[in-house]
């Protein structure tokens, strides 16, 4: 009998054991799974908040975008109609103080706006503007010299029209030339 209970008691303990190692096997088992999930949702939520640092920084720098846009074709009319307000005064002396004016007061306000060439071109075109206006009233300039400087000056604004449009993606009154100084040289030379 004796060796029945020895039996009885190996066989309980062999089963004991097996018990205890597959429940041990089990928790082991979900205790790794349990610690990758965890990891595993650590790791997605880190990305998941850089994920929306990133896009509300791309949305706050679409935003700036937009707004600098929308400035910067307001500015780049403003900056066409100043070529076109030089180029149609430039024959008209009296008209040229308020112009002078109008472009300075536009340059301080506005010049950071302009594209790099509409920029560069712009002070150019008023610098040579406002010798043209300075030569004129002091009379230093002999009529064939303001002629020339004249001519050179609708050559610049024109040009300049064309770059503002051009930087703003959009067509010069339908072409790649600017009618309005090329309606100017006809009327000045008489064709």
């Known amino acids: 009998m004796t060796e029945y209970v020895v039996i009885a008691i190996v066989s309980t303990t062999i089963l004991t054991l097996s018990v205890v190692r597959i429940s041990l096997k089990a928790f082991v ?12 949702e650590v790791q997605r939520q880190r990305m998941r908040e850089e994920f929306e640092r ?15 846009l929308d400035k910067r074709l307001e500015t780049h009319q403003l900056a066409f109609a100043l070529a076109v307000e030089m180029m149609s005064s430039i024959h008209l002396i009296q008209l040229r103080p308020a112009v002078v004016e109008k472009c300075e ?16 071109l712009f002070k150019e075109t008023m610098n040579k503007y406002f010798l043209l206006d300075l030569e004129t009233r002091q009379g230093i300039a002999k009529s064939e010299e303001l002629f020339k400087t004249q001519r050179e000056l609708l050559v610049k604004t024109a040009e300049l029209a064309n770059v503002l449009a051009e930087e703003v993606n959009l067509e010069a009154m339908g072409n790649d030339s600017f009618p309005l100084a090329e309606e100017v040289f006809k009327i000045r030379e008489g064709t």
């Not at 088992?29 to 595993?40: D, G, N, P, R, Y």
């Not at 990133?54 to 949305?59: K, T, Y």
């Open 29 to 40: 088992k979900t205790t790794v799974q349990e610690s990758i999930k965890h990891e595993f």
């Open 54 to 68: 990133h896009q509300n920084a791309l949305e706050r720098k679409d935003k700036f975008r937009l707004a600098a």
């Open 105 to 120: 007061t536009f340059w301080n306000n506005n010049c950071l706006y302009l594209g790099s060439r509409s920029r560069k």
